[in-house]
């Protein structure tokens, strides 16, 4: 290359914009430079298939436990699992900002293939675009992805029935606050990384042990909160947390208290909340808590019948009824 | 957080308010007057724990809910000033003026720049000397040392694009206005404790004296609020009627030497309009005729808007504990965290949005 930052021509359509897919983003993917098909070509696996997309638009892009690279696979990857599905394929859609450095493109690129190879689907298909200087914050990614469901899986908010128990599959509200303190340089030492992982093999694990799994939900922007009253809404139950159950490391909880924030509100992107039968929350838990990225799985509450809403019962009996935040606690945070 | 555990052990907090429980002949009237204390007892739900022995009214503490519509409009007015920068922080943004909010004067192109700290702006205006950096002064006794230092500092800089929109309140006035209002039920008042990290607890002690009320200066944490209220009603219980420290790990009796200078020095007290309570005497703080040449109003030659109704909302019988937020026919309805009709719904110290947050009730 002959610059070390994207250019408009990059995204021209000529000869820059072949070299930097040729000799950046193709290779940084593992993919053999070739004269690239308008559309990838699969062999369909038998079944049903799942199909999702996402679109990150995170700042910082680079940030204690992740980046945006990560976090466009990982997202994409969750929303695949929290309908049962197993991932197979992502496509990725890239929109440049004219000025990138080309060592943050290529730091991007490998933290897709890393996230990508680890969690064993591949980049079918992409795009790249580039925007003018002060037209977009360095890497917009857009990625969709395709999985397939197991047979006879079944998860979907509205099989919640009364009695059941909720499950976290580790601490809350951690990327968004990670997203926050990186952000506005709060300074918080040691930083508090993100959580941002895949969840699609814990997901897999549990099914694949017949853990009669009735609702999965990643608790990504609204946080805990969000996902939880959905949940609600979808299945009418009452969602009852035990306020002192509910996981939020300590280093969470007091920025949180600084910042006036509500850790539950606080997005996280590598955990999943999950509604199984009670006589399945034992064996669910004792899954989870074999694999290092839900080790710290718990049961948070559990569904009643009555009135659809989200509670938190404190440690002193009261019940607090909880609802979503106004509008978005923090913009932009993947 | 270990520190804040301590303050919040579900076994002490039920033990607290047993020893309440025990302590009530008869059930009492009490207002927090701050905003936080607010929230706190709604998000730890103290109130339903003592439903029986205590009320809890809920106080004007709240420094967006009691600042004018008139100053919103004047720092609307502001923003269409194009070298105006506004400095304020961030729950201003949501508050409906008769102009609109400033959210919307931000995206009709006026420059708002939400800040943290007063000293913000200072640096604000030394960045942009081209510009005309305001900064919206409000708050009680507790932010008002920062404002004070803002100009102090703008001074010694010789800065000379910085004014402010200067609209502090101070609490004890207020206090002595519920008081006097006929239609009041307060018996004893728990203080805010922050306040009195700067300002003591001196000036309570004629509100005392002459109102024959029990004030006691409170933290903000279960355990602090409830050791408050207990030392609240025991007086009750015993027709004392005194200014009792019970937060005294955090406020001195005799407050911050050195933030009351700064505060004197630049400012002095002058009646200000409280949302819901009208104009008060000597409740409000205003710059001092040496430091005149600060005032945003007079820079550039601010108009004061007519004073406009508040519609549907209560927020002036909810900021005096006539009513509470749920009286509202508009509470949770029309009047939500998203389409707020008044200034308790929008900030994080309100009492309408505590209601609606932490009790979800309409």
């Known amino acids: 290359m002959t610059t070390d930052v994207v250019r408009l021509a990059h995204g021209g359509g000529g000869r820059m914009q072949a070299k930097l897919l040729d000799e950046v983003i193709l290779p940084a993917l593992g993919i053999p430079a070739l004269a690239a098909p308008d559309a990838a070509v699969l062999d369909a696996p038998g079944g049903r298939l799942a199909m999702t997309t996402d679109s990150f638009v ?34 990725l859609g890239l929109i440049l900002e004219e000025g990138l450095p080309l060592d943050d493109l290529r730091r991007v690129l490998a933290s897709v293939q890393a996230a990508a190879e680890e969690c064993g689907v591949r980049v079918v298909a992409g795009d790249t675009k580039v925007v003018e200087a002060g037209r977009g914050d360095g890497v917009y990614i857009n990625t969709s992805g395709v999985g397939v469901v197991p047979e006879g899986v079944q998860i979907t908010p509205g099989a919640i029935r009364p009695g059941d128990v909720l499950l976290a599959s580790g601490d809350l509200g951690r990327h968004g606050v990670a997203i926050l303190a990186a952000r506005e340089n709060l300074g918080l030492d040691p930083p508090i990384p993100s959580d941002s992982a895949s969840v699609a093999g814990a997901v897999a694990a549990l099914l694949a042990a017949g ?16 996902a939880l009253q959905e949940l609600a809404d979808a299945s009418a139950c009452r969602l009852v947390l035990e306020d002192a159950a509910i996981p939020v490391r300590n280093d969470v909880r007091g920025a949180c208290e600084i910042l006036g924030l509500d850790p539950l509100h606080s997005a996280c992107e590598g955990r999943f909340l999950a509604a199984v039968p009670e006589h399945a929350a034992a064996q669910a838990l004792r899954i989870l808590r074999t694999r290092a990225e839900t080790a710290g799985a718990v049961a948070i509450g559990r569904a009643e019948a009555g009135e659809p809403a989200v509670i938190r019962r404190l440690a002193t009996g009261v019940e607090r009824r909880v609802i979503l935040p106004a509008g978005e606690q923090l913009p932009r945070i993947c | ?36 204390q607010t929230h706190a007892i709604l998000r730890h739900g103290l109130d339903e724990l003592l439903a029986d022995a205590v009320e809890l009214i809920h106080g004007p503490g709240c420094p967006v809910c009691v600042t004018p519509a008139e100053t919103l409009d004047q720092a609307v007015l502001l923003t269409r000033h194009p070298e105006v920068m506004l400095c304020t922080f961030g729950d201003m943004l949501r508050v409906p003026g008769a102009l609109g909010d400033l959210n919307a004067a931000r995206a009709a192109g006026g420059e708002v720049r939400v800040i943290y700290s007063p000293l913000d702006a200072v640096a604000l205006a030394r960045e942009h000397p081209e510009r005309e950096v305001v900064l919206l002064a409000v708050g009680f006794e507790t932010t008002a040392p920062a404002a004070a230092i803002a100009v102090l500092q703008a001074e010694a800089l010789g800065l000379g694009n910085l004014s402010l929109l200067v609209s502090h309140s101070l609490v004890p006035p207020a206090m002595e206005a519920l008081l006097v209002d006929p239609d009041n039920r307060i018996q004893g008042f728990l203080a805010a404790g922050h ?54 790990r955090a406020a001195p009796d005799d407050g911050n030497a050195a933030a009351r200078a700064a505060v004197s020095r630049v400012f002095e007290p002058v009646e200000r ?81 505590a209601y609606l947050h932490y009790r979800g009730e309409a």
């Open chain 2, 195 to 248: 306040v009195c990290t700067v300002e003591g607890a001196a000036a309570y002690h004629a509100i005392a004296e002459r109102f024959r009320v029990p004030i006691v200066v409170t933290g903000f944490e279960p355990v602090d609020l409830l050791a408050g209220i207990h030392a609240c009603v025991e007086q009750l219980e015993r027709g004392a009627a005194r200014v009792e420290n019970r937060y005294d």
């Open chain 2, 1 to 36: 957080m270990k520190h804040l555990d301590e303050y919040r052990d579900p076994a002490l907090i039920l033990r607290q308010v047993e020893a309440i429980r025990a302590t009530c002949t008869r059930r009492w009237t009490l207002m927090e007057v701050c905003g936080g």
């Open chain 2, 273 to 353: 309009e409280w949302r819901g309570m009208g104009r008060l005497p000597a409740s409000g703080l205003g710059l001092r005729p040496e430091y005149a040449r600060f005032d945003a109003v007079a820079r550039f030659g601010l108009v004061t808007p007519e004073a406009t109704g508040d519609g549907p909302c209560i927020a002036g019988e909810v900021l005096r504990g006539l009513r509470r937020p749920t009286d509202c026919p508009a509470f949770g309805r029309d009047c939500t965290p998203d389409t707020p009709l008044g200034a308790p719904m929008v900030s994080s110290e309100g009492a309408c949005a």
């Open chain 1, 58 to 91: 995170v700042r910082p892009l680079f940030f204690p436990g992740g980046d945006i690279g990560r976090l466009a696979v990982h997202g994409t990857i969750n929303d695949l699992a929290m309908a049962g599905a197993r991932p197979l394929w992502l496509t």
């Open chain 1, 211 to 226: 853990v009669p799994v009735r609702a999965l939900r990643d608790p990504t922007r609204g946080g805990a909160i969000a």
